[in-house]
């Protein structure tokens, strides 16, 4: 009976270390020396330059199941009738190293670290994750919040889905929007504490469409969010 003891720490001790290996190598590490401590989700490499602190590289293996490594004639063979498959074969002609799958993966990473941020007023973290025209719109919120007294209480209870709905080329720039359905609590209070919007008692389910980009042409491998709007 011992044997079958020890043999079942040894295996689950195995399980574990697969476990963590595993969430490393899609969520990167955290030092305590990174800074605001949000990396870029959508990285494939690391330098030592020091923009490259705030990324998180994520497995460039291309092994995905439904994703095959790209190819010239993709954009040949890709569904005249489906512009995201189109879009996705454009995209993967620019840069070969594009997979899709890993991309959604890294989508909802930079969901939940974006919405974090933004909740907390954190703008540093927010702005090598924005281009430019959204930051400043993310900025100029926080700021409107912070001059009211204002206080945003957000909790993410968790993303159900994150889809592309959108791929395109624009010049060098790949674009791609992710529909994120996603599980929330939302709640503005007043410098007195009043609740002014959302109500911190209850879960509401948002949609959220992001749209994401990035130079093909740079060595810079980061995308950056570039639009969003939601549902009401």
Not at 110 to 121: N, P, R, V, Y
Request: net charge negative.
């Amino acid at each position: 009976m011992g044997d079958f003891q020890f043999f079942d720490i040894i295996l689950f001790a195995m399980i574990a270390a697969f476990l963590v290996l595993r969430l490393r190598s899609v969520l990167g590490r955290r030092d305590g020396h990174d800074g605001s401590g949000h990396r870029d989700p959508f990285s494939r490499r690391q330098t030592t330059d020091e923009a490259d602190d705030n990324v998180i590289p994520l497995p460039d293996n291309n092994k995905s199941l439904d994703i095959e490594p790209a190819a010239e004639e993709d954009v040949e063979t890709a569904k005249a009738d489906d512009p995201l498959s189109q879009g996705i074969a454009e995209i993967r002609k620019a840069d070969p190293t594009f997979n899709m799958n890993e991309f959604a993966s890294g989508a909802k990473v930079a969901f939940e670290m974006i919405l974090g941020a933004f909740a907390e007023g954190d703008s540093q973290s927010l702005k090598p994750l924005l281009n430019s025209d959204v930051y400043a719109n993310f900025e100029q919120a926080i700021r409107n919040r912070e001059d009211a007294g204002e206080e945003l209480e957000y909790t993410l209870i968790g993303i159900k889905s994150a889809d592309a709905v959108e791929a395109f080329m624009e010049k060098s720039y790949a674009h791609v929007t992710i529909k994120f359905v996603s599980e929330q609590v939302n709640a503005l209070k007043d410098k007195d504490g009043n609740v002014i919007d959302g109500d911190p008692d209850r879960i509401i389910e948002v949609t959220d469409f992001w749209t994401f980009a990035r130079n093909t042409k740079s060595s810079d491998p980061n995308w950056s969010l570039v639009a969003t709007r939601s549902l009401d």
